[in-house]
T-cell receptor
Framework: EDQVTQSPEALRLQEGESSSLNCSYT??????LFWYRQDPGKGPEFLFT???AGEEKEKERLKATLTKKESFLHITAPKPEDSATYLC????????????FGKGTMLLVSP | DTGVSQDPRHKITKRGQNVTFRCDPI?????LYWYRQTLGQGPEFLTY????????KSRLLSDRFSAERPKGSFSTLEIQRTEQGDSAMYLC?????????????FGPGTRLTVL
C-alpha cells in the first residue's frame, strides 16, 4: 500500500489558469510533509515544509496547505516557467530522517 | 555555490562493471542521504549517514551496493557488477541536525545508464 499518493499524475493548464495538486498520505505519525519541484534531468528543489494540520506556506504563485490526511499545492495564475514535476514527501515519526515520496504530478503550463 | 554537488553527472557503463559516485554535501550538514529515482517515480531511499556513521539502509540496497562517508564530509556510493536494472538517477541530499531542520536539500544527481 502506497503511503504517499499524488493526483493528478499530469495536469495541463493555460497560463493564468489556477489549480491545485493533491498529496494524500497514510502514516502512523507525521513529522513533516515536504513539497519539491523537479525539472527534467535535475535534482528536486525544495519548496515547502509543513509540520501540523492547518499550517499554510506561500512562495510567489504557490501556496501549500496541510490537513491530517492530505496536502494541497495551490498554483495561482501559473506561468510557463512553473512547468515541472511537483513531488510530495513525508517524514514519519520513526526515529530516522528518511523521506517517502509520491510519484509526483507533472505540470505543463501553456502560454 | 554552496549547494550539494555530485560527480559525475552522467555515467554510461557496461553490464558487469563497477561504478562509483561521489557526493559533497552542503558545508556543515552532518546528515547525508542517497536516493534512487527511475523514470516516472519519486526518489526511493537507499541509505543515510549521520556524520561518518551509516545509520540506515533500505532493503533496496543489495549486497552489490556499498556507501561510505569516511570523514563525515563527502560520501561515495559504489555499485559492483552493474545490471541493467541499476539504470537510474542517483540522488544525494543533505540536511543539518536540529529539531526544526528535517529539510533535505538535493544535488543535481548522477544519471547511470547500464548497457
Amino acid at each position: 500500500e502506497d503511503q504517499v499518493t499524488q493526483s493528478p499524475e499530469a495536469l495541463r493548464l493555460q497560463e493564468g489558469e489556477s489549480s491545485s495538486l493533491n498529496c494524500s498520505y497514510t502514516v502512523s505519525g507525521l513529522r513533516g510533509l515536504f513539497w519539491y519541484r523537479q525539472d527534467p534531468g535535475k535534482g528536486p528543489e525544495f519548496l515547502f515544509t509543513l509540520y501540523s494540520a492547518g499550517e499554510e506556506k506561500e512562495k510567489e504563485r504557490l501556496k501549500a496547505t496541510l490537513t491530517k490526511k492530505e496536502s494541497f499545492l495551490h498554483i495561482t495564475a501559473p506561468k510557463p516557467e512553473d512547468s515541472a514535476t511537483y513531488l510530495c514527501a513525508v517524514h514519519e515519526n520513526s526515529g530516522y530522517s528518511t523521506l517517502t515520496f509520491g510519484k509526483g504530478t507533472m505540470l505543463l503550463v501553456s502560454p | 555555490d554552496t549547494g550539494v554537488s555530485q560527480d559525475p553527472r552522467h555515467k554510461i557503463t557496461k553490464r558487469g562493471q563497477n561504478v562509483t559516485f561521489r557526493c559533497d554535501p552542503i558545508s556543515e550538514h552532518n546528515r547525508l542521504y542517497w536516493y534512487r529515482q527511475t523514470l516516472g517515480q519519486g526518489p526511493e531511499f537507499l541509505t543515510y549517514f549521520q556524520n561518518e556513521a551509516q545509520l540506515e539502509k533500505s532493503r533496496l540496497l543489495s549486497d552489490r551496493f556499498s556507501a561510505e562517508r569516511p570523514k563525515g564530509s563527502f560520501s561515495t556510493l559504489e555499485i559492483q557488477r552493474t545490471e541493467q536494472g541499476d539504470s537510474a538517477m542517483y540522488l544525494c541530499a543533505s540536511s543539518p541536525q536540529g529539531s526544526d531542520t528535517d529539510t533535505q536539500y538535493f544535488g543535481p544527481g548522477t544519471r547511470l545508464t547500464v548497457l
